[in-house]
C-alpha cells in the first residue's frame, strides 16, 4: 500500500510535476490532498488521513515556520519535510527546530526527495544536499565576510506583514485612498490608516509614496 502524502504548497505546476514523477517513478508514494493555505491543511488533516506531510514554508495566510510549530505539537505522529526554494541557514534550523523531520531544496531532484521520504518514514531525519543548519566555520582571514540575512528575500521581507497588511498595502499600489480601500476590506479608513503606519514602522518606510515604490520594486504585491 502507498504511503500516503499531504502537499501543502501553492505553486501548481511544481506540485502537479511532483504528483507525476510519483505516479510513474516512485508509485510507492501517493499524494492524497494539496492544500494551499493552513487553514485548508487543517481541514485536510481532519478529513484525511495521511502519513507525511510535505510543505513549502512560503504560504499566504500564515508563517512556514508557526505552521510548522502547529502540526508537530497537534499531530506528533505526523512526519514533515520542508520543499523549499529557501535555503538560508537560519530557516533551515528554525524548521528543525519546529519539528520539522526533514527539509530538502526545490533546486533539488525528486529522486533526492524520494530518499528523504524513505528517511523521514524509518524514523530518521534528513537534511538536503548543500543544506546547513548552522553557519560554516569562521574563516581565519581578517578580510569582512559578507553576512547573509533571512530578510535580504521577498519571502521574509512579506514575513513581516500580516495578511491584512498585505491585502491593505496591495490596494495602495493600485492607487486607491485610504477611504475606498476601507470601503472594499469593510473596515474603517481610520484603521486603514494604522495598518499603513505600521507597515511603513516595519519596513523603516517614512511616506506612502516610498512604500508603494518600495512594495513595487521588491514583488511584495
Given amino acids: 500500500m502507498a504511503t500516503s502524502i499531504a502537499v501543502l504548497d501553492c505553486q501548481k505546476m511544481f506540485v502537479e510535476g511532483m504528483e507525476t514523477y510519483f505516479k510513474q517513478e516512485a508509485n510507492e508514494y501517493e499524494v492524497i490532498a494539496r492544500?494551499?493555505?493552513?487553514e485548508d491543511l487543517h481541514k485536510a488533516i481532519q478529513e484525511s488521513s495521511f502519513?507525511?506531510?510535505?510543505?513549502?514554508?512560503?504560504?499566504?495566510?500564515?508563517?512556514?515556520?508557526l505552521i510548522i510549530e502547529e502540526v508537530r505539537s497537534l499531530f506528533s505522529e505526523l512526519r514533515i519535510i520542508v520543499l523549499s526554494s529557501y535555503t538560508d541557514v537560519k530557516l533551515?534550523?528554525?524548521?528543525?527546530v519546529n519539528g520539522a523531520d526533514g527539509y530538502v531544496s526545490k533546486s533539488s531532484t525528486f529522486s533526492e526527495l524520494v530518499y528523504a521520504l524513505e528517511e523521514v518514514s524509518s524514523g530518521n531525519t534528513y537534511i538536503g544536499d548543500g543544506l546547513r543548519t548552522s553557519p560554516p566555520v569562521a574563516s581565519k582571514s581578517r578580510l569582512p565576510q559578507k553576512v547573509s540575512s533571512e530578510y535580504e528575500d521577498v519571502f521574509t521581507i512579506k514575513q513581516k506583514l500580516t495578511k491584512r497588511e498585505?491585502?491593505?498595502?496591495?490596494?495602495?499600489?493600485?492607487?486607491?485612498?485610504?477611504?475606498?480601500?476601507?470601503?472594499?476590506?469593510?473596515?474603517s479608513d481610520q484603521t486603514v490608516g494604522v495598518h499603513r503606519k505600521n507597515m511603513?514602522?516595519?519596513?523603516?518606510?517614512?511616506?506612502?509614496?516610498?512604500?508603494?515604490?518600495?512594495?513595487?520594486?521588491?514583488?511584495l504585491v
Avoid at 533551515?92 to 528543525?96: E, H, L, N
Avoid at 511603513?200 to 514583488?219: C, D, F, P, Q, V
Fill in 51 to 65: 502519513e507525511i506531510l510535505i510543505m513549502d514554508l512560503n504560504i499566504p495566510d500564515q508563517e512556514g515556520l
Fill in 200 to 219: 511603513m514602522r516595519k519596513l523603516g518606510i517614512r511616506n506612502t509614496a516610498s512604500l508603494i515604490k518600495y512594495a513595487l520594486e521588491n514583488h
Fill in 35 to 38: 492544500v494551499c493555505s493552513s
Fill in 92 to 96: 533551515v534550523k528554525g524548521a528543525m
Fill in 166 to 187: 498585505s491585502e491593505i498595502l496591495e490596494l495602495l499600489t493600485q492607487g486607491l485612498s485610504n477611504k475606498h480601500i476601507a470601503d472594499k476590506l469593510y473596515i
